[in-house]
């Protein structure tokens, strides 16, 4: 899997500390494994995130359980007139207005 990002995601994010960018496919709440959201974190630890995707910027990682919801070729805009990013591929948008935490 690859993930390509954006000259506006990467300008975004260039000035970011440091540490693990992760896909984190939040099912919390959700009631469903398939109705997971996913979100962009950068972390100090790896945690449980066992899988690495090859990227244009920075390695990705995700956790290898929800590979499955991924395409092979990801992409990761910014949209500056909605301050958030954007998750897609080439088949679908999987979250048009994809959330950023920095923790740590």
């Known amino acids: ?3 390509t990002f954006t000259d506006k995601a990467i300008e975004k994010l260039e000035h970011e500390p440091e540490g693990f960018l992760k896909l984190h496919y939040d099912i919390e709440d959700c009631g469903c494994v398939v109705n997971g ?3 962009l974190i950068r972390e100090d630890e790896q945690g449980n995130f066992n899988m690495e995707l090859e990227s244009n910027f920075r390695p ?3 956790q290898e359980q929800y590979a499955v ?3 092979e070729e990801l992409k990761i805009d910014y949209l ?3 301050q958030c990013f954007m ?3 080439d088949n679908e948008i999987l979250n048009p207005r994809m959330r950023y935490i920095s923790k740590g």
């Open 80 to 82: 500056p007139k909605h």
């Open 60 to 62: 990705v990682r995700i």
């Open 37 to 39: 959201v996913t979100q």
């Open 69 to 71: 919801f991924f395409d």
């Open 87 to 89: 998750l897609k591929s």
């Open 1 to 3: 899997m690859k993930v």
